[in-house]
């Protein structure tokens, strides 16, 4: 792993200009080169490729944030038995999630519980709900409430979820929003598994409804999804 860390929130770390080799490095544990906990993560202009983790093969942000521009993610791949495991490229419990003129090639996740998000898990849950199954963390009152994903200019293709939703995406922040983005060849093999591109669970079981949750899907492209 190449960056780890933990600190008070409202910590912020950027890195830019970067290349993240895994050389298909197997992993265990979560976020194949970069993890973070309670930190504000603005990642700008870097590559990553090759990582494996169990959740988030290349990054893994729990809390705080998260802000990708303009860098790339390829076969990078989550795999694992444990639960709410996912996220090829990302996974990330910050409560807004940016990603903006990024690519993602040939990401994927498997678990034999059905893994979410080829590419990206946003994992966001109702008040008090364990960030994973006996998890000593849980989600906060509220927390919910202000769950974004804002997903732009973004390249996607052969990324999938090998047994679970979200063959390319899976958010369950409170509002989605996907503009000016390309999707090829997503899928998920699970049975009766949902969206073979995207799947938007706003609020992962029920935690407010449908009470002013959104999926927003502008100028994007779907083939062989």
Known sequence: QVYSTYAECGTQV?????????KSLAKGGNGGAIRSNNVIVNIDNCVFK??????GG??????GGLTVKNS?????????SVNKCGGGGIWTTA???TVENCRFESCKCDQSGGA?????????????????????????????LGSETWIKDCYFTDSYSVSGSGGVVESDALK?????????????GKNAGNGGAINAWTNDNNSIGSLNSSLTIKGCWFEDC
Do not use: M
């Not at 990206?120 to 998890?135: L, S, Y």
């Open 58 to 63: 290349a990054v893994f942000v729990k809390w």
């Open 176 to 188: 989605v929003t996907f503009e000016n983005c390309q999707f090829y060849g997503g899928y998920t």
């Open 116 to 144: 979410q998000g080829g590419a990206i898990f946003h994992n966001i849950r109702n008040d008090g709900a364990e960030v994973w199954t006996n998890a000593t963390e849980k989600f906060p009152n509220g927390f919910s």
């Open 50 to 55: 090759g990582y494996k983790a169990d959740r």
């Open 72 to 80: 790339n993610f390829s076969e990078c791949y989550s795999q694992s």
């Open 95 to 97: 409560k807004v999630l």
């Open 14 to 22: 950027k890195l830019e200009n970067l290349i993240f080799d895994g």
